[in-house]
């Protein structure tokens, strides 16, 4: 009683040999392997980058546009000044309101005069670097006294302020002329 065919027979399985690559592939490869390792080392050895930007040229500017950016600030200077002195002389009297109402237009004038003259330096490039210097320092003090005021410093803090405002409108009205 048989059942069926019998079964096929298997089939017969190879035995497998590992191939060897061939001669070229072995070629390619070590060529492959070499250029890497050059890559690898020349990368190693190169200088890095330097991160910070090259920095331009110091501008330069005719004696005229000096003459000129020295005129604009000179004028600038004069404007604020005058209007730091008019503040200044101001008196409220007895009453309470007044008194403040002074103090605010004082300290508004120191204020607003050193943005003012540190505008005004941004928009003159050329202004004399000596020139520039003082005006800079005159309109920081402006800026320190500001806030000594509304921070209602005493004579202590407020006198040095006093002193180095007036040496450099001093030196400021020298170079103005």
Known sequence: MS??????????IAPS???????????????????????????WFRPLPEN??????????????????????????DKVHHAVDVANTRSGGDDPTAVLAVATAARQALDVGSRYLLTKLAEEPATPA?????????????????????????????????????EATNTIDKQCK
């Open 130 to 166: 000596e020139l520039a210097s003082q005006v800079r320092k005159l309109a920081g003090t402006y800026q320190e006294a500001t806030i000594d005021y509304l921070a209602e410093a005493g004579e202590a803090e407020l006198g040095p302020l006093g002193h180095a405002s007036d």
């Open 52 to 77: 910070k930007p090259a920095s331009p040229p110091a501008p330069t500017y005719t004696s005229q546009q000096i003459a000129d950016a020295k005129t604009a600030v000179c004028s600038a200077f």
């Open 3 to 12: 059942s069926g065919p019998p079964p096929p027979p298997p089939w017969p």
């Open 17 to 43: 040999s590992p191939k060897r690559p061939s001669k070229w592939t072995t070629i390619a490869f070590g060529i492959a392997l070499l250029t890497i390792g050059a890559v690898a080392v020349g990368a």
